[in-house]
Nanobody, 130 residues
Framework: AVHLVQFGGGSAKVGESLTLSCGFTSDKPRTSWDNFDIGWYRQVQGDECAWVGSIADDGRPSVSEFFVGRFTLSQDTVKDVVYLHLNNLKPEDTGKYYC????????????????????WGRGTQVTVSS
C-alpha cells in the first residue's frame, strides 16, 4: 500500500485559487507502486463522491468534464507529490477533497476516503464563500 499525506485546502473567496497537495510514500519497494495512478475526489455534503481528476503513472493528467477549465493537476516526480490546482473557485466547490492511489483510478467510487482503491488520503476541507 501507499501512504498518502495531504496538505493545503482551507478557506477562499469566490474567484480565488487554492492548491492541494498529495504526497505519497511507501515502506514497500518502489517497483511495487511506482506505476500507481493518483486521483482526486470531492465529497460534497449530501452528494456522491465525485471524481475530480487524476494523473497516470506516465504523467498524463485527466480532469473531469465538470471541472475542465478551472481545475488542473500537476506532479513533482522528484518529491513524489501530486497537486490539484483549484482556480476560479465557486461556493459549490466547498467540500472535502481526497487523493487516492491505485494501479487504475476509477471515475466512480462508492465512498470518498475508504474502499474501492488501494490507498486514500485523509481528505482536506475546502470552503468557498462569497
Amino acid at each position: 500500500a501507499v501512504h498518502l499525506v495531504q496538505f493545503g485546502g482551507g478557506s477562499a473567496k469566490v474567484g480565488e485559487s487554492l492548491t492541494l497537495s498529495c504526497g505519497f510514500t511507501s515502506d514497500k519497494p518502489r517497483t511495487s507502486w511506482d506505476n500507481f495512478d493518483i486521483g482526486w475526489y470531492r465529497q460534497v455534503q449530501g452528494d456522491e463522491c465525485a471524481w475530480v481528476g487524476s494523473i497516470a503513472d506516465d504523467g498524463r493528467p485527466s480532469v473531469s468534464e465538470f471541472f475542465v477549465g478551472r481545475f488542473t493537476l500537476s506532479q513533482d516526480t522528484v518529491k513524489d507529490v501530486v497537486y490539484l490546482h483549484l482556480n476560479n473557485l465557486k461556493p459549490e466547490d466547498t467540500g472535502k477533497y481526497y487523493c487516492a492511489a491505485d494501479f487504475y483510478i476509477r471515475t466512480q467510487v462508492n465512498t470518498c476516503g475508504d474502499g474501492d482503491l488501494d490507498s486514500w488520503g485523509r481528505g482536506t476541507q475546502v470552503t468557498v464563500s462569497s
